[in-house]
């Protein structure tokens, strides 16, 4: 790995801490050569702080450590982006991150659809008569249903997809696909689990 540590004069790169499973951003340190070099062999990350003007490990006295999982060089070779894994909070402050951020797992759009469900989920648990009209979803009337209705949508939707899985037609299959994973979101949310909780099972067996 050729990092250019000349390119400033202070001899100093940024480096970028991402947690390497979560992919959250969680602080900005830098590193001269000295650093990155320990940060290597102790495989605990360690930056060179500009205040204390000396080698810094972080955790070396909350206990925070950030256990290394791989660096990465940017284009420029004067960039690092260090992959961790966190021992609790990274911020001084007590934060997850040093944006006030939760590190917790985001899967994008899945993650919001997660979250309306959950809404759904609420509404459903609102006695009918004061719920407004606006508040009425297919959602909402299959949490109003119960288990046992939402179970079997998983089933149906299921069954549709291996269908279209045999057939040659993809746009159906992708179509099904989504009405089944839409469908096992929900039954997720039912159980009172979330998507994460599966992949920390898949992690687990991998």
């Known amino acids: 790995m050729n990092i250019d540590f000349n390119k400033n004069s202070d ?6 801490i991402q947690d390497a499973n979560t992919r959250k951003v969680l602080m900005l340190g830098y590193m001269n050569e000295e650093a990155f070099l320990k940060t290597n062999s102790t495989k605990k990350v360690t930056f060179y702080s500009r205040t204390k003007k000396r080698l810094w490990t972080k955790g070396e ?53 997660e979250g309306i469900i959950e809404n759904r989920k609420k509404l459903s648990e609102t006695e009918p008569e004061l719920r407004k ?5 297919y959602v909402v009337s299959l949490f109003d249903k119960g288990i046992n209705k939402i179970a079997q949508k ?8 291996v269908i279209e899985a045999k057939d040659n037609n993809n746009d159906l299959f992708l179509n099904e696909s989504a009405d089944l994973l839409f469908h096992y979101l929900i039954l997720l949310k039912a159980k009172g689990f979330k998507l994460n909780d599966v992949v920390k099972v898949l992690e687990k067996r991998h």
Request: contains cysteine; charged residues 25%.
């Open 61 to 113: 006295e909350s206990g925070n450590f950030l256990n290394l999982v791989d660096i990465k060089l940017d284009c420029d070779n004067d960039t690092l982006l260090v992959e961790v894994k966190p021992e609790g909070p990274v911020c001084h402050k007590g934060t997850d991150t040093c944006w006030a951020e939760e590190n917790d797992t985001s899967y994008g759009f899945l993650t919001q659809l």
């Open 154 to 161: 998983v089933g149906e939707e299921a069954v549709e997809t």
């Open 11 to 16: 001899g100093l790169v940024p480096a970028i």
């Open 133 to 137: 009209e606006n508040e009425s979803s």
